[in-house]
């Protein structure tokens, strides 16, 4: 039986995780690798996996000697690194974890494989392979689980047969079979088992965590119809395909089950829940059988409606959009096919039938001048200090490969900078300069700025006039204050 350690790779921590680096609340745990993990197993491979990056929510070089330890106990002949198809976020920036996971798990057994599962294949292409992740042997385009098991037996004249999409190394050289592997099915996999989580709970253990519920978020449906180009970037995105009923109930009886009841599900990470009124009511019985209410679930402003937002009210408390940003030219040149109006009918839609509503918002996308910033940060305070929404998130803007905004920078006049470890959305550190714009250091200013003026909102609830006018800002003080950064 072929020995296979799956593992999700972490991320360098926020900034809030440098100034204080034992945050006790949990990080809500992506259980898509669980997915692959559960057909290999139902395939005969003897399967571990860890989720490094609820195990290391912060990496300093000291914990080096324990990454070794926790690695050192999983002689596998085959690593899969896995960082989701979907998320952006969990990709670029954890290049440089993958690199010591492979360093460790080759000194350990220097014949091991490694595999690739994620989105960078498609962002990165070749360079993938030649310049970021040089002991990489097989890179799998777009999703793993149809053609794993042919991967697994690193034949490639099979690769070429089976048209297996992928990047593979042979000897110096890196060869690409064109083509994307995707799921037409997702009811056709087994349905995820979740004891996968029981070796990351004992790590967490390890180091003093008490797991009593460990936050845990689910996929019920995947792809996106909609193309904002600081997102979209792989070829299949729009397909949209989802779980059904039958499905969905056994993950959730597996869950409720797994790892001696100590896992709970809080939040549903699929793109767009919304979009499909009748996939909402399939979740929602199963979800209601089961008593069964999540934190948090995305929306998108152009596919929310009061019948929809009403069969939402009992299996979830918060319902949250992509906001960006409340000014349209930026909401045009982004392609959102959103508008600050429908930001604000949304909102009062949500709060309407008692749900709590948020908004993300995006900090540094193109086309923005110190006025437009100035005029963003005037709406938020309104948004937020007049309870139209309960809270706003933001984020910087990051130059995901493979996206319209990355492919297009020089005609948009920007400049990427920067490591990939600080391509993190919630990091907080900018890696953007505008020729016609901010640099990457005042874009980091601008995001503290936004985390200043979301506090001084969140004070004023309560206390201003629901009707207070917008708009009305002293652009001169407002150069004069951060005038030095700009
Ligand atoms: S709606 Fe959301 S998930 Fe879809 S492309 Fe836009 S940002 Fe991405």
Excluded at 126 to 150: F, N, S
Excluded at 234 to 256: A, G, M, V
Excluded at 314 to 331: H, P, Q
Aim: charged share 25%.
């Amino acid at each position: 039986m072929v020995k296979v350690l799956i593992v999700s790779p972490f991320r360098k921590g926020k900034l809030i995780e440098s100034v204080v680096s034992n945050i006790e609340n949990y990080e809500v745990v992506n259980t898509a690798p669980l997915q692959l993990c559960t057909l290999l197993k139902s395939q005969g491979y003897e399967v571990a996996y860890l989720s490094l990056q609820n195990v290391f929510r912060t990496f300093e070089k000291k914990d080096i000697d324990r990454l070794e330890e926790i690695l050192g106990k999983y002689l596998c002949e085959v690593l899969i690194v896995h960082t989701d198809y979907y998320m952006n976020n969990a990709n670029v920036a954890c290049l440089y974890s993958i690199n010591l996971i492979i360093d460790i798990v080759k000194k350990n057994r220097p014949n091991s494989k490694v595999i690739y599962c994620g989105k960078l294949t498609e962002m990165l292409g070749v360079d993938l392979l030649e310049e970021h992740l040089p002991k990489v042997d097989v890179a799998i385009r777009g999703e793993a689980e149809p053609v794993i098991k042919t991967v697994l037996e690193f034949n490639y004249e099979r690769y070429k047969n089976e048209c297996v999409g992928c990047l593979y190394r042979k000897g110096s050289d890196i060869y690409s079979i064109s083509g994307t592997n995707i799921i037409e099915d997702y009811n056709k996999l087994p349905p995820i088992e979740f004891d996968f989580l029981n070796e990351t709970i004992l790590e967490l253990e390890k180091i003093g965590k008490d797991i009593k519920a460990l936050p845990i978020s689910i996929r019920t449906s995947y792809g996106c119809p909609y193309s904002c180009r600081f997102c979209e970037n792989t070829e299949d995105w729009h397909k949209y395909r989802k779980k059904d009923k039958r499905i969905l109930l056994s993950e959730i009886r597996n869950l409720k089950e797994a790892c001696n009841n100590r896992l709970q599900l809080v939040f549903i990470s699929d793109e767009l829940f919304t979009l499909d009124i009748e996939h909402i009511k399939e979740v929602k019985s199963v979800f209601e059988d089961n008593n069964i209410i999540v934190n948090g679930l995305f929306s998108h402003v152009s596919d929310i409606t009061k019948e929809k937002v009403e069969l939402l009210r009992n299996i979830t408390k918060s319902i949250i959009f992509g906001g960006e940003s409340s000014l349209d030219s930026v909401l045009n040149i982004s392609n959102k096919n959103s508008s600050y109006e429908k930001i604000v009918e949304s909102a009062k839609l949500v709060k309407s039938s008692n749900i709590a509503v948020g908004f993300e918002w995006i900090v540094g996308l193109p086309n923005m001048r110190v006025e437009d910033y100035l005029l963003d940060l005037n709406n938020i305070y309104k948004l937020i200090a007049c309870e139209i929404v309960d809270f706003i998130e933001p984020y910087v803007f990051v130059p995901h490969p493979n996206t319209y905004f990355y492919n297009n920078c020089r005609n948009i006049g920007m400049t990427i900078c920067g490591k990939n470890e600080d391509m993190l959305e919630e990091g907080g550190f900018s890696t953007v300069s505008y020729k016609d714009g901010l640099s990457n250091k005042q874009i980091t200013v601008m995001y503290l700025i936004y985390r200043y003026v979301i506090e001084e909102a969140e004070k004023a609830k309560g206390h201003i006039s629901k009707n207070m006018k917008a708009g009305c800002v002293n652009i001169e003080d407002f150069k004069d204050y951060i005038g030095e950064f700009l």
